[in-house]
């Protein structure tokens, strides 16, 4: 709006000029409307979010990003250099193949697993992904945009995990793990040595196969339901070698606990017979000695 010059004679005259700006509020709303959404998503799966400008080098981050790393808004300076600070010396070069690939357009997205030191100088693992959401006239890249997963917690299982197995492995002592139904899925290299079954025969087959016939039908009944009840079970099991490797009439002692192995969520329970420690063809002198030792009277 806007007054108009005074011609003589005449009164003061005021010119509106009026511009639909209709879609433009839409366009905002929308706008606003898509971000909410987003901070939701992100906030229900404990996300934080960044937004790469390259040429400038600017980053935003969204405040879980930087709460993940136990810092506050005012405490970080955002930027491409100050990332790769915080990325561990012996995962930054990895993180940066991958992220260039994606930056020249040979991958769809971008997606690494790698440790950022937190502000208390321990390390965080990030699951990091991100795309490529803007590209000038050359296909250059120009804005990218991706969240971070803090996945800690699942490394150290999953590390856990393999320390356990590689031990399972070198043990002495052989384990048998089998499924709900009985079926065994596992058994380590001790177990071939002891009992003459190779892994691929016993794979899939019923711990039966071992039974001695020393033992009748309510022992292994009691032996299961003890298992699948959750309890713990250690007791003697006498059970024939593979007759391939075993002397006319020889039998194996083994002490042999058992337990329930509870799955990861979702997962059925597996049963274990986590020690067979080899007593082959023990006299029953020897046996007898060794129900009078001090460590079995509790001494």
């Known amino acids: 709006m806007r007054p108009e010059a005074e011609a003589p004679g005449h009164p003061p005259s005021v010119q509106l000029i009026i511009q639909d700006i209709t879609e433009r509020k839409e366009a905002e709303n929308q706008l606003r409307e898509e971000r909410e959404r987003l901070e ?5 799966g404990d996300l934080g979010m960044w937004d790469w400008h390259i040429p400038s080098g600017s980053i935003e981050y969204n405040e879980r990003w930087i709460e993940m790393l136990g810092y506050t808004i005012d405490e970080l300076h955002p930027s491409f250099e100050m990332w790769s600070t915080l990325v561990h ?43 490529v959401t803007e590209r000038d006239e050359r296909g250059d890249a120009i804005r990218v945009t991706g969240t971070h997963l803090d996945i800690t917690d699942r490394v150290h299982t999953e590390q856990n995990l393999r320390r356990l197995a590689e031990a399972v492995e070198q043990s002495a002592e052989a384990v048998i ?27 899939g087959r019923n711990p039966s196969i071992l039974q001695s016939g020393r033992h009748d039908e309510a022992f292994y009944k009691n032996l299961w339901d003890t298992i699948t009840g959750g309890g713990h079970l250690v007791g003697h099991v006498h059970q024939p070698p593979q007759e391939r490797h075993s002397l006319p ?32 063809d023990d006299p029953p002198a020897a046996e007898d000695a060794r129900r009078t030792h001090p460590r079995d009277r509790g001494q």
């Open 249 to 280: 009439g020889a039998r194996r002692s083994t002490h042999t606990p058992a337990a329930r192995v509870q799955p990861p969520p979702g997962e059925p329970a597996e049963a274990a017979e986590p020690e067979q420690v080899d007593r082959a």
């Open 177 to 203: 793990i089998t499924d709900a139904d009985g079926s065994i899925v596992y058994v380590n290299p001790a177990f071939e040595r002891i009992t003459g079954y190779s892994r691929a025969e016993a794979l």
């Open 40 to 44: 939701l998503a992100l906030h229900g």
């Open 89 to 131: 010396p012996d995962d930054l070069p990895q993180v940066r193949e991958t992220l260039e690939r994606h930056l020249r357009g040979e991958t769809p997205t971008y997606e690494s697993e790698y440790r950022l030191r937190h502000k208390h100088g321990h390390w965080v693992w990030v699951l990091d992904k991100g795309k």
